[in-house]
């Protein structure tokens, strides 16, 4: 084939696939999530809930950096709080159901990083599931000095916004609710998943 066919039949090819227009953009804040008006009003309000978490979390973790040199995350700090809780030793299962948690390997691995940190010591039967837990001394004192920070950082924050004390029962029922239907939202998905 000469130089002029190939040429001629490039441009036959060229004219013969479908011409795209341009590629739409995306509005701004837009996203697959998002498809109707429910959805826009669900994915802004997980993406709030998915900001406050990590703030939250960060908060914890550098509210204990504060009173206590052992490295641990918001998540660490939130099962070595709800050991502490009460003073009454739990079981890894009892710390998952309290903090809504079904990754037991995660809660397991926090467990011993805050027993070989010595916030928390084990009691009772050698069995996994009958093993208990407890804040030691140490434990103690460092939950003590974490709650007298956080009592006088973040309080007076949230005194400062208007109506806070006020929509706070509100809010805690709500959210309540709500991780009632992200549970049953979770439970339809997993049979979706089995489906044939």
Not at 31 to 50: V, Y
Not at 141 to 168: C, I, S
Request: charged share 25%; proline share 5%; with cysteine.
């Amino acid at each position: 084939m000469r130089k002029t066919e190939k040429t001629a039949a490039r441009q036959t090819a060229a004219a013969a696939k479908p011409k795209r227009g341009p590629i739409a953009a995306e509005r701004p804040g837009a996203w697959h999530l998002a498809r109707t008006e429910t959805e826009k009003q669900l994915s802004d309000f997980e993406f709030r809930l998915e900001r406050l978490a990590q703030a939250y979390y960060r908060w914890k973790a550098a509210c204990l950096a504060a009173v206590c040199d052992v490295p641990l995350t918001g998540d660490d700090v939130a099962v070595l709080n709800v050991v502490r809780m009460g003073d009454e030793p739990k079981r890894l299962s009892e710390v998952g159901q309290l903090l809504n948690r079904v990754d037991v390997p995660n809660l397991q691995y926090a467990t011993r990083k805050l027993v070989r940190a010595g916030l928390i010591e084990t009691e009772g039967s050698s069995s996994r599931k009958e093993t208990r837990y407890r804040a030691t001394e140490k434990g103690r004192a460092v939950t003590e000095a974490y709650a007298a920070l956080r009592g006088t950082t973040l309080p007076p924050m949230l005194d400062a916004l208007d109506g806070w004390g006020a929509n706070l029962e509100t809010t805690a029922v709500q959210m309540d609710l709500l991780a009632s239907l992200y549970g049953q939202a979770a439970q339809v998905a997993i049979t979706r998943r089995h489906q044939p």
